[in-house]
């Protein structure tokens, strides 16, 4: 698998988890959840997270899938919906319910899981611009271009110089 992005942003586990506390503290501000819905597979860690520091006890996945080889976005396949007992929780459509993904990228995988809890509250670690109007928290936001290379896909490796990189 190749990936050749125009920017590359690698994230640390130590960044990732500063990252997804920063996004916690953002959302402790604005009220209080009964669940959470994690995005599966990138929202699984930051919804651990953001579980533990604001005390959630409900934790349910939508499984939905985008990246086929990490390389490129395809057609999108709900492979596991949301469990009617969350998606009735307070007066229902996603009502006192928390979306959380690792990042939103063009919006497509968020407008799926939006249209399936309208009144939940979505965050994300990281936003691009295209994506950003569907979410209602992050932290970061990236250009459209740049690869985020998240470390549960990367290795300890050489990173050359970007001097280096950009006279290639």
């Not at 999108?76 to 307070?90: C, I, M």
């Not at 968020?110 to 939940?120: F, N, T, Y």
């Amino acid at each position: 698998m190749t990936v050749s992005p125009d920017k590359a942003f690698p994230v640390s586990w130590d960044q990732f988890h500063r990252d997804t506390r920063a996004l916690t503290w953002r959302l402790s501000g604005h009220g209080t959840w009964d669940a959470i819905v994690c995005v599966t597979r990138g929202g699984l860690v930051p919804a651990a997270i953001v579980a533990r520091e604001l005390g959630i006890r409900v934790i349910e996945t939508v499984c939905v899938a985008s990246y086929h080889e990490y390389s490129e976005q395809g057609e999108l396949k709900v492979l596991k919906p949301v469990a009617e007992s969350v998606s009735r929780l307070g007066e229902g459509g996603g009502d006192r319910v928390l979306i959380v993904d690792d990042l939103v990228d063009t919006g497509k995988t968020a407008r799926v899981v939006r249209d399936m809890l309208p009144k939940a509250h979505f965050a994300t670690v990281y936003a691009k611009p295209m994506g950003r109007p569907l979410v209602d928290t992050f932290v970061t936001e990236v250009s459209q271009d740049t690869w985020i290379f998240f470390p549960w896909d990367t290795g300890l490796a050489f990173q050359p110089p970007i001097a280096q990189a950009t006279r290639g």
